[in-house]
């Protein structure tokens, strides 16, 4: 089965500053999803970005970028010029490609303290 | 887009009653997916549904959980009896399911369940 790791419980960064969230996976599988979703004090499950395992390009959207490595398994987030309402738990997700399912399988997130 | 909606988004009960949380997913999307948020355990998938049908009730903790999807607009998810330990939040989540795509899935704000 596969499995998602985030090692550091918690991190913080100033304002404006650059901070780079760490995920690792196990998988025997060769094509699949990785994702980042956000969830804030207000509990909402917000979509960060997303990463095909196909495609050798880091993803990026905005002030948010992605280290994806495969070989080593390794999905990191990096937020640029970070702001107060970055502030959140982030958590790594994965999908699988092959069989049709949908499951995601969660890390069990990183508190985030933005500092002003 | 509304988004996906669920209802209530809290709800306190004492141990033994039954509990009825809703969702209503983003038109269109013809998959959804109900998690269970504990700090203990995490984010777990508890059961999810392809086009009103469940395709994988793994996730579900014991009998006395059992969710339904009567039509591409709604869905259940039902505990009777209710106990402590179920005490958690409970999101519902649906995707598009993209031929070929990573088919993002997009969550509820999720309900606070509290037992007593």
């Known amino acids: 089965a596969q499995t998602v790791t985030q090692s550091q419980p918690e991190m913080s960064v100033q304002e404006a500053e650059t901070v780079t969230l760490s995920c690792t996976y196990d998988?025997?599988?060769?094509?699949?999803?990785l994702f980042w979703y956000k969830q804030p004090p207000s509990r909402q499950m917000i979509l960060v970005i997303r990463?095909?395992?196909?495609?050798?390009q880091n993803a990026t959207e905005n002030r948010f970028s992605v280290n994806f490595q495969k070989a080593a398994k390794s999905f990191s987030l990096k937020i640029s010029d970070s702001q107060l309402g970055d502030a959140a738990m982030y958590f790594c997700?994965?999908?699988?490609?092959?069989?049709?399912?949908?499951?995601?399988?969660f890390g069990k997130g990183m508190k985030l303290t933005v500092n002003p | 887009d509304a988004g996906v909606i669920q209802s209530p988004r809290h709800e306190v009960t004492e141990m033994g009653q039954e509990v009825t949380l809703r969702c209503k997913p983003i038109s269109g999307h013809n998959s959804l997916f109900w998690y269970r948020q504990t700090m203990m355990r995490g984010l777990e998938l508890l059961i999810y549904?392809?086009?009103?049908?469940?395709?994988?009730d793994s996730g579900m903790p014991e009998d006395r959980f059992s969710a339904k999807m009567p039509n591409a607009s709604f869905s259940t998810l039902k505990i009777q009896p209710s106990e402590p330990r179920d005490s958690a939040v409970y999101f519902c989540?649906?995707?598009?399911?993209?031929?070929?795509?990573?088919?993002?899935?997009?969550f509820g704000p999720g309900t606070r369940l509290t037992v007593l």
């Open positions: 989540a649906s995707s598009p399911r993209l031929a070929g795509g990573p088919d993002t899935q997009y």
């Open positions: 990463q095909e395992a196909y495609k050798q």
């Open positions: 549904f392809n086009n009103n049908v469940p395709i994988d």
């Open positions: 997700a994965y999908r699988s490609f092959q069989g049709g399912s949908e499951k995601l399988v």
């Open positions: 998988t025997s599988e060769s094509d699949y999803y």
